[in-house]
């Protein structure tokens, strides 16, 4: 057991245009270092004065050695994230929550799907495929955006190609764009899914994942081996303040990362 | 104490107890208040039993005893002038343990860099006298779900770790009381350092009082008692034996964990939904609740900020918001998030029940939103779909 810790200073160390709304930030210590991160779990990102708020490690080492997380603005807090520069300061805690069960994946063909954002915490998990190839079977990546300018990662996405097989589908297309249209799903269709031997891993919004998984299941796939990432609220990340339950999960403690064969039923119920 | 008082024999008094009057529990006060306590119990003010610091034991609220029903809350004279005689307040313990507001770390820009300082201002020592074997087991679910888990909340726990806990069993349950249906009262279970019950009768206004740690023997050591009489003893046990079948109210007899998982989709919540105002109130008086959000402040310098912990109810909309609206936007939603939390997965979470059966709830809802009653409801809907009670009804 540990005592809640507050937050320990953080710098920015760099960062990049992912899309219009979308950047990643680049944190190293600015003292103490917090615990290593696995793929899947979130730290609370503190901006000064504004508020803190939950964010996946959307890589475990990024060019200057730090932690990147990738945030979108949809309010005060993402947006004054997206507004530092390199050498600005932030709070950071965790390593929180359960990240993917990557050790269930060994040995399996390892199918990700990620809508929108939903990518960055499972950027992780390609890397950490890619470093040991050799333990998985054959890695495909799904990703839907509601425009193609909503695409994160484009550059690193064209760089996994050869080793990865990636599809991509828009909600709406723009002019010039070549690639599919349509829900996330549909691309499903596109594999040559071998349902005994696959390990899901899918974030993005709760509709899509409950999709997702469903038509997983009804392939074949068995539903433990379908994980998924759920998002509530989240003020403490330390099972105290109440806001993230889900049923009888507490999801900052229980999850984010949960198996679909746990909350298949809690996800059919309406605003539980 | 007189030369020739009857003074504390440690080992057979420990369990058989001492017995002390009015000037016993005026004693205890003082003693306590010279320890260096705290002393915080129930006083009568605005028409209601308060927890407030005591500086004396005359403000406990002697001849005042309390009226309950759904949706009221009434003081009433009582002729046998009794202190402890009343059933839950508008507060509990919470209020001090786990405070409605905390300032939980500071943080200043300092030479383009960032320092972090958690506060550490020193807890009151308290002694909490009254304290309900409800409230009891209250403050023990509270300690598991903020200290047992993998992290520990060092602000509750330093508050709690100092707190001496005077626990004065039931003899007056209220109408809306149901602790013998949750196991939680009226008979004082583990965690006392003091342990009290009150006698008011034809010999005398006294109080039965045993001690359940190392400290609570030395403070008992050190008041006017005498060791405790056969009768006393047995008109003490006597009153909280009757209380236990004096409930209010009593929850269905029933797997409540069973209950709440496998009835979220019963008609019953559309008709709470249609009576609940989404106040709040019934968390607030809960003595178990937890849940707080989080406010950041700077101040006119910008280069000072700080992190401020405050009570949150589920039944607020912007519990759970989330970026394109509330998860649970309707009343029903969360109606049921409140009461299939405390009666079912509260289990899951922290391994027992949230709910201690101390009626607070079902007082102070504006509306008198029943939780028994509402379990109840909840229970006579899955008999009716049972295929025995379907093919009875032919
Ligand atoms: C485990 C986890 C991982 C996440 N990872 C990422 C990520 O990698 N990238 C990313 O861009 N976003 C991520 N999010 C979502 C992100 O935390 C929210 O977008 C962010 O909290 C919104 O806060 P805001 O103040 O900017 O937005 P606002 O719209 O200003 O917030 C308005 C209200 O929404 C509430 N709110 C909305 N979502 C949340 C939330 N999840 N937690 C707390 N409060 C919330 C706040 O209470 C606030 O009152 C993650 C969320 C979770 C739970
Ligand atoms: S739910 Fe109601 S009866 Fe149960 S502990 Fe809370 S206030 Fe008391
Ligand atoms: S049940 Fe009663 S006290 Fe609780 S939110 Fe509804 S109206 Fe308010
Ligand atoms: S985020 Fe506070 S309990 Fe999970």
New binding site residues.
Partial sequence: MTTVPPPLPYRVAGTSAETADTRSIELVPAGRALPPFAPGQFAMIYAFGVGEV?VSASALRGRHGGLVHTVRAVGAVSAALCRLRPGDNVGLSGP?GTGWDLEAAVGHDVLIVAGGIGLAPLRPVVHAVLDRQAAYGPLAVLVGARTPADLVYRDEIASWSGRVRVEVTVDRPAPGWRGAVGVVTALLDRLDLRPDRTCALVCGPEVMMRHTARALVSRGVVPQRVQVSLE??????????????LGPL????DGPVVGYDRVAHLLLVREL | MSADADVNVSRPLACEGLVMGKEGVAALVDVLIRRGFTVVGPTARDGAIVLAELRSADELPYGWGVELEAGRYRLRERFDGAAFANAAGPQSWKSFLHPARVREWSADRVDGGLVITADQAAPPRYAFLGVRPCDLRAIAVQDRVLTGGAYRDSGYEGRRSGALLIVVECTEPGATCFCVSMGTGPAAGPGYDLVMTEVADEDGHRFWIRSGSREGSEILAELPARPADPETRETARAGVTAAADRMGRTMPEADLRELMAGTLDAPRWDDVAGRCLTCGNCTMVCPTCF??TTEDVTDLTGDHAERWRLWDSCFDLAFSQLHGGPVRASSRSRYRQWMTHKLGTWYDQFGSSGCVGCGRCIVWCPVGIDITEEAAALHDWTQSRTPATESERG
């Fill in positions: 939950p929180y509530r609220t989240m003020h403490c990340a330390t099972g105290h303040c109440g806001h993230c339950q507490l999801l900052c403690r | 849940c707080t």
